[in-house]
């Protein structure tokens, strides 16, 4: 059952952006090392799991198994893609931000 995204919580959209960045080639560590690599942040891979988890149920993600590598002993990742619809809650949450940032005065942004 797809249910419809009109939020999400900060950490979930954070993990969205990065599945965006890396274009398809999304997978768990990866995404906790962007995360770390970005923000400075340490993200758990459980976190991210089930983050990911949460946004395929929304629909703004789809994942599958990729093949075997020889670096990983054989085993497959997880690979992690951002759905159209993903991409467009993206877009439309970077341009109600921008929306409001652009109506704060400069005055009161220099008081920071």
């Known amino acids: 059952m797809k249910v419809e995204a009109k939020t999400l919580g900060e ?3 954070l993990v969205l ?12 560590l990866d995404i906790c090392n962007e995360i770390q690599e970005q923000t400075d942040r340490v993200a758990t891979i459980g976190a991210v799991h089930a983050t990911v988890a949460r946004l ?7 994942t599958h198994m990729g093949e075997p590598t020889n670096e990983r002993g054989g085993r ?3 690979l992690i893609r951002a759905t159209k619809s993903g991409m467009s809650f993206l877009v439309k949450s970077r341009d109600e931000k921008v ?3 652009g109506q704060i005065p400069e005055l009161t942004l220099s008081k920071i």
């Not at 952006?17 to 768990?28: F, R």
């Open 76 to 78: 497959r990742k997880r």
């Open 99 to 101: 929306k409001l940032w």
């Open 11 to 13: 950490f979930e959209e």
């Open 56 to 62: 395929e149920k929304k629909g703004l993600v789809v």
């Open 17 to 28: 952006l990065i599945v965006a960045l890396k274009n398809g080639d999304a997978y768990g």
